[in-house]
């Protein structure tokens, strides 16, 4: 079976630039979670939602992060606009509700210039 | 505020050593426990998943669970240099939901 499949894998772009990241989770899991991860920060949940609605997005940092997941098998993260202090890699993951064991995507590496 | 605590190392273990590594909570009513293991420039890897006291033993792992304490650790035996990574602890504190709260991580160095 994939797992959680992320794209783009890398991302370069310059300040002011939208960035739309992708990700499709497992197959009939019903959460997902998005994450990013810096050395000084670690790792912090953006959003999450469960069977497609957003249940917390808390972990947003400001109005300029956006997330949606219009189907099952389908999700992204859209940074507008975007600033040199949003360079991270970020992690989407999916979990079942049966376990909540979250199976992490091989991660977008952002860097804004 | 909950929160997950763990020591940032490294941890320096020689080859074949056990290493030890330890996690404390601070939601009480925290259910589900998990260990994963990331390697430098990756995602990061379910390795551990514990849900009731005691112990849970996986090949070389075994996942230590001590709910009155707040205390969760992940034991390696043999380890290895390949086992040399970050290991971040997880924990779910239910309520409903599958959100999880990660600790920091402990650098874990297998020294030849």
């Known amino acids: 079976d994939a797992g959680v499949i992320q794209s783009p894998r890398h991302e370069v772009t310059e300040m002011g630039q939208e960035v739309t990241l992708r990700c499709k989770p497992i197959s009939g899991h019903n959460s997902l979670f998005w994450y990013r991860q810096t050395m000084m920060r670690g790792l912090e949940l953006l959003i999450y939602?469960?069977?497609?609605?957003?249940?917390?997005d808390s972990g947003m940092p400001e109005d300029r992060f956006s997330a949606k997941m219009p189907n099952a098998s389908f999700s992204t993260l859209k940074i507008q606009p975007s600033e040199p202090r949003d360079s991270a890699v970020y992690f989407c993951?999916?979990?079942?509700?049966?376990?909540?064991?979250?199976?992490f995507g091989p991660g977008t590496r952002l860097t804004v210039l | 505020q909950k929160e997950v605590e763990q020591n940032s190392g490294p941890l320096s273990v020689p080859e074949g050593a056990i290493a030890s590594l330890n996690c404390t909570y601070s939601?009480?009513?925290?259910?589900?426990f998990f260990w994963y293991r990331q390697y430098s420039g990756k995602s990061p890897e379910l390795i551990m998943s514990i849900y009731s006291n005691g112990d849970k033993e996986d090949g070389r792992f075994t996942a230590q669970l001590n709910k009155a304490s707040q205390y969760v650790s992940l034991l390696i035996r043999d380890s290895q240099p390949s086992d040399s990574a970050t290991y971040l602890c997880?924990?779910?504190?239910?309520?409903?939901?599958?959100?999880?709260?990660f600790g920091t991580g402990t650098q874990l160095k297998v020294e030849l």
């Open positions: 939601d009480r009513v925290s259910q589900s």
């Open positions: 939602f469960n069977n497609n609605v957003p249940i917390d």
């Open positions: 993951a999916s979990s079942s509700d049966n376990y909540n064991e979250q199976f």
């Open positions: 997880a924990v779910n504190s239910g309520g409903g939901g599958n959100k999880l709260t």
